[in-house]
Antibody
Framework: QLQLQESAPGLVKPSETLSLTCTVSGGSINSSSYIWGWIRQPPGKGLEWIGAVYYVGRTFHSPSLKSRVVISLDTSKSQFSLRLRSVTAADTAIYYC??????????????WGQGTMVTVSS | QSVLTQPPSLSAAPGQTVTISCSGS????????ISWYQQLPGTAPKLLIFDNNQRPSGIPDRFSGSKSGTSATLGITGLQTGDEADYYCGTWDTSLSAGVFGTGTKVTVL
């Protein structure tokens, strides 16, 4: 059974770059059948779609974060990653990685990681 | 600021039915499939409905979805205490070329 696991530093200083990794186990990340995405949720607030990456490396990003976000795929490690630069307190959130059906747009996520809390503070 | 609007909260007694609305526009709900998620306290969201009205394997038929124009609805019948959760709609926004989620609805079972 496919599982996703996020990893990230729990604390990041303002203006620094946040790096998160999602490790995929129990299935192949190198498939046109799926798209791999990132979603976040600030404490006590709703879900925010961050972006997604196709197995060929094509990416989509939220317009509000696009200038600060890089999403990439490392099929050799069965991982995909999110880098968010110039973070502020507003980037404090639980970050989720998730899988989407590759036949459509990356907005329907059927498998999610457990999420990892990232706090931006000095 | 989400482009999809949901009521902040709803409540009902066990056994009753609740319907959660999700309002958008022609660039999102009006021309794309919608999905619904359930988020129990302290857990990751779980897919309940995809492609407007399809249930993934294992999701009981007490949960149903529909779409009309630029709005969508999630229905929960035979409400149970275990249904107390936050519910989110989601879809693609063609103008933004990005996914979008609704503002979320907290369902309380009285």
């Amino acid at each position: 059974q496919l599982q996703l696991q996020e990893s990230a530093p729990g604390l990041v200083k303002p203006s620094e770059t946040l790096s998160l990794t999602c490790t995929v186990s129990g299935g192949s990340i190198n498939s046109s059948s799926y798209i791999w995405g990132w979603i976040r949720q600030p404490p006590g607030k709703g879900l925010e779609w961050i972006g997604a990456v196709y197995y060929v490396g094509r990416t989509f990003h939220s317009p509000s974060l696009k200038s600060r976000v890089v999403i990439s795929l490392d099929t050799s490690k069965s991982q995909f990653s999110l880098r968010l630069r110039s973070v502020t307190a507003a980037d404090t959130a639980i970050y989720y990685c998730a899988r989407s059906d590759g036949s459509g747009t990356p907005d329907t996520f059927d498998i999610w990681g457990q999420g990892t809390m990232v706090t931006v503070s000095s | 600021q989400s482009v999809l609007t949901q009521p902040p909260s709803l409540s009902a007694a066990p056994g009753q039915t609740v319907t959660i609305s999700c309002s958008g526009s022609s660039s999102n709900i009006g021309n794309n499939y919608i999905s619904w998620y359930q988020q129990l306290p302290g857990t990751a969201p779980k897919l309940l409905i995809f492609d407007n009205n399809q249930r993934p394997s294992g999701i009981p038929d007490r949960f149903s979805g529909s779409k009309s124009g630029t709005s969508a609805t999630l229905g929960i019948t035979g409400l149970q205490t275990g249904d107390e959760a936050d519910y989110y709609c989601g879809t693609w926004d063609t103008s933004l070329s990005a996914g979008v989620f609704g503002t979320g609805t907290k369902v309380t079972v009285l």
